[in-house]
């Protein structure tokens, strides 16, 4: 069974980065599928950041090219998100997930880490 | 971006047939797909390319449209049903959801 869970620090402050792990069991993250990392606000608005390939290339949400980078330790079958220059707004609930390539459908999620910017 | 606008909520008895509706400000040809929600749980893939069934989601929701209309139905809605539904494209960059549907069984 695919299983993706996320890990890192539930609080942050405003201006530093965040950073998430998300490690994957159940499938290896070269063999297929686009890798990706998604959010969701309070009060329920959720965004689409980027994604690693399974090549290794990446795709970003504009919004937010200058600040992300989706990397991958495929030793270790896990990919990160690092977003820098962080703010309050980047307050949410962080979900790593597989998309099958090129349609953009995900079919698996982690469970989500909530992340807090706060001084 | 593709702005995806869904009805904010919606409240059902048991049995009824729902329908949750999502407008696209342009065509997404038929790549949407929708997302149930659970409070406290991970999203989880209903419906893809608009009309097909994921795996093991059972038969009672069912999609439809193309271009910027699209529609997920549940026909009868059960008492474990309540949850926020979410629509989202993946025809133009960047990917993007609706707001959310919250249904609310009565």
């Known amino acids: 069974e695919i299983q993706l869970q996320e890990s890192g620090p539930g609080l942050v402050k405003p201006s530093q980065s965040l950073s998430l792990t998300c490690s994957v069991t159940?499938?290896?993250?070269?063999?297929?599928?686009?890798w990706s990392w998604i959010r969701k606000f309070p009060g329920n608005k959720m965004e689409w950041m980027g994604y690693?390939?399974?090549?290794?290339?990446?795709n970003y949400n504009p919004s937010l090219k200058s600040r992300i980078s989706i990397t991958r330790d495929t030793s270790k079958n896990q990919f990160f998100l690092q977003l820098n220059s962080v703010t309050t707004e980047d307050t949410a609930t962080y979900y790593c997930?597989?998309?099958?390539?090129?349609?953009?459908?995900?079919?698996?999620w982690g469970q989500g880490v909530m992340v807090t910017v706060s001084s | 971006d593709t702005v995806l606008t869904q009805s904010p909520a919606l409240a059902v008895s048991p049995g009824e047939r729902v329908t949750i509706s999502c407008r696209a400000s342009?065509?997404?040809?038929?790549?949407m797909h929708w997302y149930q929600q659970k409070p406290g749980q991970q999203p989880t893939l209903l419906i893809y390319?608009?009309?097909n069934l994921e795996s093991g989601v059972p038969a009672r929701f069912s999609g439809s449209g193309s271009g910027t209309d699209f529609t997920l139905t549940i026909d009868p809605v059960e008492a474990d049903d309540t949850a926020t539904y979410y629509c989202?494209?993946?025809?133009?960059?960047?990917?993007?959801f609706g707001g959310g549907t919250k249904l609310e069984l009565k």
């Open positions: 997930a597989r998309s099958i390539h090129t349609m953009g459908i995900t079919d698996y």
């Open positions: 159940g499938y290896t993250i070269t063999s297929g599928y686009d």
């Open positions: 690693i390939s399974y090549s290794g290339s990446t």
């Open positions: 342009e065509s997404v040809s038929t790549l």
């Open positions: 390319l608009a009309s």
């Open positions: 989202q494209q993946s025809w133009n960059d960047p990917r993007t």
